[in-house]
């Protein structure tokens, strides 16, 4: 049987709307005639493959997450759209771009190592697949890899127990007693969905959240119709505004309007729900100005004493620091704990000592009991699958330690000593709509590698001193944001040992258009071509 690696133009990692994006652009504007996509997964849907569990949606309204080309009637019918209408959405839009064909699924890259000699990139999966390509393109998505503490004991628990990415498909809860590991999206989202099935839910809370309403609500006939006729203006907005939500930002600071106004304005937001529209939508400086951060940060811990009844728990679930972080909403959540078989445990002084076979012991000694344990502690953000994957650039130098002092990709896109490699929602991308972030990195991808098929060079990278100084702008920029002082997977904090480190262009949407385009017209001094 032959060992030798399957020649082909490009190799493509990942099923979700990034890669099939990719694909899609790699066969329609480059006309590449062997494309292959690779997926770890059963089938197309990325993070919306692998999250699952009750309560996982979007926290971007519908109409706007996707791509702005996808103007076919839409089928949404809610202001959010859960798991698996997401991946259904990706599914039928790889079947509509007629990538589908291309994917291998079940093979998951273990290496891709560059061979300058041949200009080729040697690509191998854990069941034995081996590629030679041209190209080599990761969509890794941002929140993909499970981090979960090595707590002592994990495994002697015999019960069930998972991350959250991983819920079992059909699973029961119904009657059980169930453990909650972390309260991030992922964590509010099940115990909001799940309290009322189960015999009782322990929620670990090791930092407080805020978190505002989602409203999800259908979307009505009528509604569908307006915003399908009004699509041009939508995206319009989309593409001039800061964080690509559809909706108009605010242009005014909490600290110029009176206190009532202020307050009118949280109340009606609130009322109408979701996280960036509270954090974006209300007013233009609570991601910049301290003070300004406070008055939201106050209001939402109002509305917990509000919503809580009992005196003792809502003052745990109040948080005391900075409002930042990504802005959080769910159904649910604080109304939880008003009922019998819901309970909240503050870890943060008291953390997980171990896991038991029945359950867990507190550093104290205090034991719980449980039937199932929920690890929704979150994810080894943005630069963590890449982690997973031993990529080898130019003179063997491995991008784990290219990135050892910080994971950066310049514009998110390309990283110097990588040739003919790219990235989209790598590090050092804008924080913002992912769909658009994605359809505009995808384009700049094409237009770089058109640019060197026009040169008459074999292949482009990042210039070393270019991605070092943009590595220091997305740097500089989150230091002067709220966003710094709030330990979160943003900043690469959250997980055991990891250096803090800002994974994301933090002056928005349309400030990185701004830079690409700038970049574009300029004909990509930032880059090195080469024969």
Known sequence: MSTSPKEVDAVVVGGGFGGIRLVSLLKDRLH????????KGSALGGTWYWNQYPGSQTDTESWV???????????????????????????????????????????????AHYDAAKNRWLVATDKGLQFSATYFLTALGILTNPYTPAFPGRDSFKG????????????????????????????????????????????????????VPVNDRPVTEEEKKEIYENYDKIWDTVFHSLFAMGFTESKKSALEVSEEERREVYERIWNKGGGFRFFFETFN??????????????FVREKIAEIVKDP???????????????????HGYYEAFNEPNVSLVDISNNPVAKITPTGLELRDGKAFEFDIIVYATGFDGVDGAYHNIDITGRNGLKLTDAWKEGANALYGVSVSEFPNFFTVTGPGGPFA???PSIELQGDFIIKLIQEARKRGDKTVEA????????AQTVQQISKATVFDKVKSWIQNDN?????????FFLAGLQNYIAKLTEETEAKYPSFVFAK
């Open 495 to 503: 997980v055991d040992g990891k250096k803090k480190y800002s994974a």
């Open 463 to 470: 210039d070393a001193r270019a991605q070092a100084e943009w």
């Open 65 to 111: 997450y996707r791509f702005s080309d996808d103007r076919d009637p839409p089928k949404w019918h809610t202001r959010y759209l859960k798991a698996e209408d997401l991946q259904e959405q990706i599914v039928d839009t790889a079947k509509k771009s007629d990538v589908l064909k291309n994917y291998v699924f079940e093979n998951e890259v273990v290496s």
């Open 433 to 435: 709509n992912m769909l």
């Open 312 to 330: 003792e728990t809502a003052k745990l679930l109040q948080p005391t620091g900075h409002y930042g972080g990504r802005p959080l909403c769910t």
């Open 160 to 211: 069930l127990s998972f991350h959250s990415a991983r819920w079992p498909k059909g699973l029961d809860v119904t009657g059980k007693r169930v453990a909650v590991i972390g309260t991030g999206p992922s964590g509010s989202q099940i115990t909001g969905s799940i309290h009322h099935l189960v015999k009782q839910i322990t929620v670990f809370q090791q930092r407080a959240q805020y978190i």
């Open 32 to 39: 590449l005639q062997n494309v292959v996509a690779v997926e």
């Open 285 to 298: 400086d609570l991601g910049t100005n301290v003070d300004a951060n406070e008055t939201a940060a106050a």
